[in-house]
């Protein structure tokens, strides 16, 4: 073999080495990055911390809809108030509601900790439940108008085992689990996930927080309808512009906001969502 041949051999071996340690890293690191939200946040939105989307007076309750809440099972638990606008009162099943006759503005249940209210109680309640659905439809607007997310079309929808850093993410399909997902972060850190589809969360599945994650700061926008599996467990607030089911024994520490119907069986909300002060909301 003549010198020229070896000389051009080696230098062809040392061009491909070069190449691997180039684009090997990057690859790798890539992968690594897969289920930590898949893509990198984009350079121009670093100095721009995410904010919190406002829910103004719809913070106030752990579920709000404009349809009416159903509940099958005596063992249906709910922490913080309800309320439904601009349906009646009798929308509210299954809760066996108390109204004291000395006060007809809210009523009680043994199922809830906290207040009920509907469109058909004494003033201020109608005004009062008027306004916070009108923050309801705003938080829902304001979610899914956010403009450069941070990720787009994650697992193509499938996050199954994924865990989501702070940051703004969108899909344009359904969005689903069937047993864990993670959101890691602090505690003034937010997650936005705007979601063109259904929200399909498996029976058993969890959403678990790290690093000092609030659920209060995690803000799911959903244009189609969620389905929370039997005993499984979900954070955030749940802003959907349809209907929110609960099947047997799953359980939500957030808000379940929703612009039609909620319909629980033998389920556990515990609200965890935030009542702007600065609007003059005064929560229980």
Not at 29 to 40: P, T, V
Request: proline content about 3%; aromatic content about 6%; charged content about 15%.
């Amino acid at each position: 073999m003549s010198l020229i041949t070896i000389n051009h051999t080696l230098v062809v071996t040392a061009l491909l080495f070069a190449a691997v340690a180039l684009l090997g890293v990057p690859m790798v690191e890539s992968l690594r990055q897969e289920k930590r939200g898949g893509l990198r946040r984009q350079l121009d939105n670093e100095d721009t911390p995410l904010s919190a989307v406002k829910l103004l007076t719809a913070g106030r309750f752990a579920v709000l809809t404009k349809t009416g809440v159903t509940t099958t099972g005596s063992s249906t638990s709910l922490t913080g108030d309800m309320g439904t606008s601009p349906i009646k009162a009798a929308a509210i099943t299954g809760f066996g509601l108390i109204t004291d006759p000395s006060d007809t503005t809210f009523s009680t249940s043994s199922l809830v900790t906290g207040d009920v209210f509907a469109s058909d109680y004494t003033s201020p309640t109608p005004n009062m439940l008027t306004v916070a659905v009108l923050d309801m439809q705003a938080a829902y607007v304001d979610a899914a108008g956010r403009p450069d997310p941070d990720y787009t079309e994650l697992g193509a929808g499938n996050i199954e085992g994924f865990t989501l850093d702070p940051g703004l993410y969108k899909w344009g399909t359904d969005v689903g689990f069937t047993n864990s997902l993670t959101f890691d972060g602090n505690a003034t850190d937010i997650w936005i996930l705007q979601i063109d589809g259904d929200v399909k969360v498996g029976s058993g599945a969890t959403v678990a927080l790290s690093g000092g994650a609030k659920a209060e700061n995690i803000f799911w926008q959903i244009a189609g309808k969620a389905d929370l599996g039997t005993t499984s467990h979900v954070e955030g607030v749940f802003l959907c512009s349809t209907a929110i089911t609960f099947k047997t024994g799953s359980s939500m520490n957030g808000a379940a906001l929703a612009q039609t119907a909620v319909t629980l069986d033998s389920a556990v909300i515990v609200k965890e969502s935030v009542c702007d002060a600065d609007v003059g909301c005064v929560e229980n």
